[in-house]
T-cell receptor
Framework: KAGVTQTPRYLIKTRGQQVTLSCSPI?????VSWYQQTPGQGLQFLFE???????NKGNFPGRFSGRQFSNSRSEMNVSTLELGDSALYLC?????????????FGQGTRLTVV | DQQVKQNSPSLSVQEGRISILNCDYT??????FLWYKKYPAEGPTFLIS?????DKNEDGRFTVFLNKSAKHLSLHIVPSQPGDSAVYFC??????????FGSGTKLNVKP
């Protein structure tokens, strides 16, 4: 069974640009979450999608948005990039509609904003 | 606000000894807790979890303890092995698929 796939693995963008990251969850998983990891900050929750609907949202500005397609694949978009957006962006999928289950993470997309 | 805290950025342990990683939380509504291990250039890998109705969960060399009154959980690894060297994150959630993570503890197991 294939794991969570994130593309691209590495990305370099310029301030002010926008970026789209992609995540394919484990087959059969309908919940996809996005996290931002920066040094010393752990993982910060961005949002969760389930069945194409945003179900949970973290405390990030509106420049961060996402969506989920009918095949459960998800994209995250960041507009008007800032230097502080440089981070590892991780996608996680979960297998049940309920809660209290572990999340399976992809390898992440390393975004560098210059 | 940091609802889950790992106050030790790093820990060094001799191979074969016990590793104890600690985690504190502030939100009494958290009902599910997890530990993840992360190697460089990889995503976090799930290790072990515990529900708030339990105070201990064991899986092989890994045991997680939960002290709800102290809002504290810990991960015990015994015996520690060099391959356990990684960054360990604790995480918590409250009735939803939204996890709050600590900032991580880097474990170094010396041969």
């Amino acid at each position: 069974k294939a794991g969570v796939t994130q593309t691209p693995r590495y990305l370099i963008k310029t301030r002010g640009q926008q970026v789209t990251l992609s995540c394919s969850p484990i087959s059969g998983h309908r919940s996809v979450s996005w996290y931002q990891q920066t040094p010393g900050q752990g993982l910060q929750f961005l949002f969760e999608y389930f069945s194409e609907t945003q179900r949970n949202k973290g405390n990030f500005p509106g420049r961060f948005s996402g969506r989920q397609f009918s095949n459960s694949r998800s994209e995250m978009n960041v507009s008007t990039l800032e230097l502080g957006d440089s981070a590892l962006y991780l996608c996680a999928s979960m297998g049940t509609a309920g809660v209290n289950t572990e999340a399976f993470f992809g390898q992440g997309t390393r975004l560098t904003v210059v | 606000d940091q609802q889950v805290k790992q106050n030790s950025p790093s820990l060094s342990v001799q191979e074969g000894r016990i590793s104890i990683l600690n985690c504190d939380y502030t939100n009494s509504m958290f009902d599910y807790f997890l530990w993840y291990k992360k190697y460089p250039a990889e995503g976090p890998t799930f290790l072990i979890s515990i529900s708030s109705i339990k105070d201990k969960n064991e899986d092989g060399r890994f045991t997680v303890f939960l002290n709800k009154s102290a809002k504290h959980l810990s991960l015990h690894i015994v015996p520690s092995q060099p391959g356990d060297s990684a960054v360990y994150f604790c995480a918590a959630s409250a009735f939803q698929n939204k996890f709050y993570f600590g900032s991580g503890t880097k474990l170094n197991v010396k041969p």
